[in-house]
């Protein structure tokens, strides 16, 4: 049932508006389309969502490893309320929400020999490793929240397999 409350948080926000209407006589037309906070509570759902995929997938990972050397930890980052970083072999990459409606990756070395390697983005040209990716919300035709990178719509698992891969890559050298 807890499921179900977050996905329709909104039918709480229309009770409220309407039980306000009521009492005071006055008519919102804005009820139900709360922007802010929408954007808000999607950008932390879309966020838990990443994290949700990248613990099941690093934890695959850390199951299939031989040695114990160079697992994948996930670290929750105090004081906020979903961001996340993954940790290995001194390698750190970090998930956190910008603002709402934006979601940064972000990739970190914590060592003197670090050296930004240029990776291929999705457009083929090379990019510094640190380059910070923007995963940001745009509106739909109704008022869904549509995920894009680089103005191109995407999908948790294709976010989860490409930012894992590289992160799994670069922390083994």
């Known amino acids: 049932m807890e499921k179900l409350s977050e996905k329709l948080f909104w039918i709480k926000e229309l009770v409220r508006a309407e039980d306000q209407m009521e009492e005071s006589g006055m008519i919102d037309l804005a009820v139900g389309l709360d922007n802010e906070r929408t954007l808000i509570n999607e950008t932390l759902r879309f966020l838990s969502e990443i994290k949700n995929q990248l613990t099941e997938a690093a934890s695959t990972f850390n199951e299939l490893k031989t040695s114990p050397l160079g697992r994948i930890k996930i670290y929750g980052i105090a004081k906020t309320q979903a961001d996340f970083m993954l940790f290995r072999n001194g390698f750190k990459m970090i ?9 940064s990756i972000r990739f970190n070395f914590m060592g003197p020999n670090f050296l930004p390697t240029a990776v291929p983005s999705i457009q083929n040209t090379n990019t510094p490793l640190t380059e910070e990716h923007l995963i940001q919300a745009r509106k739909g035709p109704f008022h869904e929240i549509v995920w894009t990178f680089q103005e191109q719509p995407i999908q948790v698992a294709s976010v989860v397999r490409y930012h894992l891969t590289l992160f799994i890559k670069e922390s083994s050298k």
């Not at 998930?95 to 979601?103: A, C």
């Open 95 to 103: 998930f956190s929400m910008k603002e709402p409606g934006v979601i």
